[in-house]
């Protein structure tokens, strides 16, 4: 269908991505159709399963300003300039994001974000939110779906927005021969909540993200505007030989209590609720999804978690859920004719990019939970911010390309590898950062990145 003669787009799906489309789409003059199985967020408090706190980076701040919510959010976030660290003894460790005042990631409030997001879609006029209305099939040879309450539509085009467990997914299975590769995490997360003092005075320091590592395991908690953190626990769904405490082994609050004394001493402290909370917060699941194509034809596209889920540890799901819809308007913006070939163009585009987050995404978690607290971690941290000093622009550690820029994940990924061997190269044998020849650095910078950056 050529895109200028479209009258109505529908989007399954009224979370993050599917909000967002539709205010892009509304600023370019498309009447869209929103349906959201559950009932208005705004109404009705609603236990979503996934965080309550998220983190934004550069890229998921970038498609909030091309929607016109850099104010509204801006009010709604923290910003948080590096990684603590706690130790088993409560020392803590601050590892700063980066060199550069913009090296800092946000943390907002689920649903507060969604709240400016629905908000926003409603005031442009053009999009109507149907709530509680779930997708049940797609017909995409009649060009109809199947919802709940609302029986039969027809629909022009659709977009598939609607998360992880995707149904828009599973109808393309014959439709479009989709192939699914899905890979659950073996861990799982559990989230509590951390409040502020009764003077508002927060439990840590809120310009950070708190990170407690402990080798198989570990603690994360971000901060919210009112003083308070949300910390998620990320353990083994099930113990084994090498780390015997999963989930399943903490089954008596005698076990969990005696498990958080024992290794998260600071951070079971400033949960009040903790026995309760291990009681009534559920396991959140994770894992990988990947699909062979996001699309059929010119009818339907897959976006977001629907098209890619990533484990959460880059804090990039929101993130690179944005930028698929950003991405999809410059392909819009740019004349694409139809939709068959806007669609055919954004998979070409982003599929190796989220291929890319993906694997960093994995490595991130290993990184996480085991690695931050060592020396040859911290080490390799010193080299980059010293390469980075000395390099501007050119050696700028993958972190930062992920979180803090918008270059292709890709890229990101391409450049961090060869960075990565750079860092082996000089840091061989070494202890400490005195002893790295930053002579041979700059030559290998030279040779190795600057031509291909
Ligand atoms: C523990 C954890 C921590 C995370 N932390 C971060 C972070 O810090 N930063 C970050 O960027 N990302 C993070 N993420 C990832 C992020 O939550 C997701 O990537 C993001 O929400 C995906 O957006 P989406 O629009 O694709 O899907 P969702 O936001 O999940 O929205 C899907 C919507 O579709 C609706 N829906 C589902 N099925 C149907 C149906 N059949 N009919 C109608 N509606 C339907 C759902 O109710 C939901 O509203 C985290 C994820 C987890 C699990």
Not at 88 to 93: C, K, L, N, Y
Not at 253 to 260: E, I, L, P, S, V
Not at 314 to 320: C, L, R, S
Not at 356 to 370: E, G, P, S
Request: charged share 25%; with cysteine.
């Amino acid at each position: 269908m050529r895109i200028h003669d479209t009258r109505r787009i529908t989007i399954i799906g009224g979370g993050m991505s599917g909000a967002l489309l539709s205010i892009l789409l509304a600023q370019r003059g498309f009447e869209a159709e929103l349906f959201e199985r559950a009932p208005d967020p705004r109404l009705v408090p609603a236990r979503t399963s996934g965080p309550d706190i998220l983190s934004l980076g550069e890229r998921g701040r970038y498609a909030l300003r091309l929607a016109g919510l850099e104010d509204a959010v801006g009010k709604l976030v923290t910003a948080m300039r590096g990684r603590m660290i706690h130790d088993r003894r409560g020392a803590r460790t601050l590892q700063p994001y980066g060199v550069h005042d913009y090296e800092a990631l946000y943390s907002i409030r689920r649903e507060r974000l969604i709240h400016c997001l629905l908000d926003a879609a409603e005031a442009s006029g053009k999009v109507r939110i149907h709530f509680g209305q779930q997708l049940q099939a797609i017909d995409w040879d009649s060009n109809t779906l199947s919802l709940d309450d609302a029986g039969d539509q027809r629909f022009e085009v659709l977009f598939g927005t609607d998360g992880a467990g995707s149904r828009v997914r599973r109808s393309m299975l014959q439709a479009a021969r989709l192939q699914i590769d899905q890979d659950l995490l073996d861990a799982g997360y559990k989230q509590f909540t951390m409040p502020a003092a009764a003077d508002g005075t927060p439990p840590f320091d809120p310009h950070a993200l708190h990170v407690w590592p402990r080798g198989g395991y570990m603690m994360v908690a971000m901060p919210d505007t009112d003083g308070s953190f949300s910390a998620m626990l990320f353990l083994p769904r099930r113990g084994d030989h090498r780390m015997p405490w999963g989930f399943a082994e903490l089954d008596s609050w005698t076990r969990q209590q005696a498990f958080m004394a024992f290794n998260l001493p600071d951070a079971a402290a400033r949960i009040p609720d903790l026995e309760a909370e291990f009681r009534d917060n559920p396991v959140g699941q994770m894992g990988t999804i990947r699909c062979s194509h996001w699309h059929v034809g010119g009818l339907g596209l897959l976006i977001g978690d629907a098209a890619h889920t990533i484990v959460p540890f880059h804090g990039q799901g929101v993130n690179a859920a944005f930028e698929d819809c950003t991405t999809l308007m410059e392909i819009v913006d740019g004349g694409a004719d139809d939709w068959g070939t806007a669609f055919e163009h954004l998979e070409r585009a982003r599929k190796k990019d989220a291929e890319a987050i993906a694997d960093m995404a994995l490595d991130a978690f290993r990184t996480m939970r085991d690695s931050v607290r060592h020396r040859e971690f911290m080490l390799r941290k010193a080299l980059e911010r010293e390469l980075e000093l000395r390099h501007p622009g050119v050696f700028i550690p993958r972190y930062s390309l992920v979180m803090f820029h918008r270059i292709p994940y890709a890229e990101a990924y391409r450049r961090g590898k060869i960075q990565a061997a750079i860092l082996d190269e000089l840091l061989e044998g070494k202890e400490r950062l005195t002893e790295v020849d930053l002579r041979h650095a700059a030559e290998l910078v030279g040779e190795r990145l600057t031509a291909t950056v």
